[in-house]
């Protein structure tokens, strides 16, 4: 990893350091968002009655049962 005015980050105590902040960083972000998409699939559950999760149906019910008959 290259950085601007530090330069290279190597096999260095100073590099494994930043190395490790920046991962720790990284992992918190990651954790943030998953945490404000549940939250807001909860939400979601809990204001509107025709949530679902998942990707939108292609076809609505009178399409599926027509197929059926």
Do not use: C, M
């Not at 290279?8 to 945490?35: K, M």
């Not at 559950?45 to 999760?53: C, G, Q, V």
């Amino acid at each position: 990893v290259h950085i601007l005015n530090i330069g290279l980050i190597d096999n260095t105590p100073t590099g494994q350091l930043i190395f490790t902040i920046f991962s720790a960083f990284a992992q918190f972000e990651r954790d943030l968002i998953v945490t404000r998409t549940q939250e807001g699939k909860n939400f979601a559950k809990l204001h509107d009655p025709s949530f679902r999760e998942g990707r939108p149906q292609k076809f609505t019910e009178e399409q599926i049962q027509f197929a059926y008959e």
